[in-house]
């Protein structure tokens, strides 16, 4: 746990994004905090593969666990009781899904960190003020984000783990079946401890596998609009000493505009590769969650417990799939800027060359970078309404059946 929040590196960071302008902004990319949170196996190291099984391991210990009301019950459950189940349910198995979606991506994702590293960070190229102040409120910006969604969703989960407790008196946070004894102190300190990890372990992948996407979504968007400055400045410069060394300038600056436009392409798949199954289970996951918890919200007589519990859930639900879909679209809106930085240019003042290869530049930036799931929902705030859209078609659904 020790290695898990130094993951983080939060202290240093924090000196770091006190120093002087003269310094490399604080750049992070996830890497070790997946690792530490079981979402991806790094052969280089002995624990990832602990991480990973013990994740896994708890996965499965809570879908059966919140599964065996419905299945060593005596007496047929009620509506209600199901939708409770079902809801619990998709909690652990969606997890699963989406975490081994991202384990199977292992390498992928870490190639993909290794290469934002080795070409933004590391970059030996000189930013300008403009884009030098991009990258420091990028790395301030994710230190706060990440900082601020920890909060969020540990203080929900202990305000749903304590509600059993202190608000229907229960001695065990959550209701469900066990094959231990309670009613003695061995048997009890087991359940309660294993009550206490199943839902740590949901909200560990839920948090740091949303975190490690909007780390990613943020510095290739930073990328996107640091390109479309440098093709401005490019433009824009007056400075020169003759018309040759403009056109010198000029066909120097081309070269690396079309480099680093090229190896954005580049990162912008290999996003979308690393994602893409990890997108297509939170479309279905968040759907069927969304939906049972407004069911259950919305059920009549339901005591102040369960109003709390589920109310509780559905705000950080909602708020996942929305950051999801925000910072995608996001990207897309970054992206867009590059085809308009080029577009604005007074390309007819130019060389034929310099019109070429603007031209092959505006061709290739005209189609929408668009983040999809399975390459069918998008992830951008049209495919956010349309998931609020259909969870609310699956709850007309079920209340129908009331």
Known sequence: MIDFYRSFNFNKSKEQAKKSDGNKPIFLTGLKMSTYAGLIYDDRSKMSIFYVIFSRFWFIMGTLFFLSPALVAEEPLGLIEYVHVVHYTTFNFGCLIMSSAFVIKSREYISFCKLLEKEFKCSKEKLSESEDEIMTKTGRFLLKFVHRMCIVYYSA???????????????????AWVPLNVDNWPGYIVTYISEMIIPLNVVNCLNFSMISYVIHAKQLSA???ILSIYIKETFEYSNYSSILNREEFIKRRIKRIIERHQLLVRCMNMFQDVYNWLL?????????????????????????????????????EIMLIFLYCWFGQQMTDKWSEIRDAVYDINWF????????????????????KIVKGGGLQPFNMEGFAEILQASFSYFNMLKALR
């Open 280 to 316: 297509f289970s939170m479309t279905i996951t968040s759907g069927v969650l969304i939906c049972t918890n407004v069911f259950l919200v919305t059920a009549p007589n339901n005591d102040l417990a369960v109003l709390i519990e589920f109310v509780n859930l559905l705000s950080p």
């Open 223 to 225: 990328q996107f609009e």
């Open 157 to 175: 989960s202990t305000c749903n783990f304590m509600k059993g407790p202190i608000l229907e008196g229960t001695p065990l946070p959550y209701r």
């Open 349 to 368: 003042d130019e060389s034929i060359s310099t019109r070429k290869s603007l031209l092959n530049i505006l061709t290739v930036s005209t189609k929408s």
